[in-house]
T-cell receptor, first 116, second 115 residues
Framework: AQTVTQSQPEMSVQEAETVTLSCTYDTSESDYYLFWYKQPPSRQMILVIRQEAYKQQNATENRFSVNFQKAAKSFSLKISDSQLGDAAMYFCAFFHYGGSQGNLIFGKGTKLSVKP | NAGVMQNPRHLVRRRGQEARLRCSPMKGHSHVYWYRQLPEEGLKFMVYLQKENIIDESGMPKERFSAEFPKEGPSILRIQQVVRGDSAAYFC?????????????FGAGSRLTVL
């Protein structure tokens, strides 16, 4: 069974600095998707970034980028120029078509605080 | 485009009562997913539905829980005879096609509290 592990329950970053959130996963599949979701205090789940496993190039979305290491089964999220609005829970998630349809497997999350 | 709409946002029930949570997917989306989030945990998949069909309910408890997505109207997650352990946030998501290639869009969740 696939698992997703986020080893950092909490992280803190100074405004305008850079922070990296870690995520590792376990799977025997070769074709899958990885996601980072943000959950602010409003509890809305917001997609931050998505990576297809068959793509070697790391995904980027403005200040957010990932470091996808397929062999190491690692998928970290880097937030550059951190802003106060980035404070939230961040969840890493895994999906592959061979599993239950629609079954995104989530990690337990990392709570990010941003200090002014 | 109003996004995925869930109601109620907050629901309080006493043990033994029934809880009904509703989800209207994004316009044009015919695939609906329900997830549960316990305190301090990530979301856990419960059930995947298309219009009038349950595609995968492997994550849903066999007893007391049921879900439907009728031809007309919202998807409903129904919990009968609620117990304290059912207290959680329940999230609905929708997609235009099966998940993965098409990203899930989540609603804001419904928080169920069982007294």
């Amino acid at each position: 069974a696939q698992t997703v592990t986020q080893s950092q329950p909490e992280m803190s970053v100074q405004e305008a600095e850079t922070v990296t959130l870690s995520c590792t996963y376990d799977t025997s599949e070769s074709d899958y998707y990885l996601f980072w979701y943000k959950q602010p205090p409003s509890r809305q789940m917001i997609l931050v970034i998505r990576q297809e496993a068959y793509k070697q190039q790391n995904a980027t979305e403005n200040r957010f980028s990932v470091n996808f290491q397929k062999a190491a089964k690692s998928f970290s999220l880097k937030i550059s120029d951190s802003q106060l609005g980035d404070a939230a829970m961040y969840f890493c998630a895994f999906f592959h078509y061979g599993g239950s349809q629609g079954n995104l497997i989530f990690g337990k999350g990392t709570k990010l605080s941003v200090k002014p | 485009n109003a996004g995925v709409m869930q109601n109620p946002r907050h629901l309080v029930r006493r043990r033994g009562q029934e809880a009904r949570l509703r989800c209207s997917p994004m316009k044009g989306h015919s695939h609906v997913y329900w997830y549960r989030q316990l305190p301090e945990e990530g979301l856990k998949f419960m059930v995947y539905l298309q219009k009038e069909n349950i595609i995968d309910e492997s994550g849903m408890p066999k007893e007391r829980f049921s879900a439907e997505f009728p031809k007309e109207g919202p998807s409903i997650l129904r919990i009968q005879q609620v117990v304290r352990g059912d207290s959680a946030a329940y999230f609905c998501a929708s997609s235009a096609d099966r998940a993965g290639a098409n990203v899930l869009t989540f609603g804001a969740g419904s928080r169920l509290t069982v007294l």
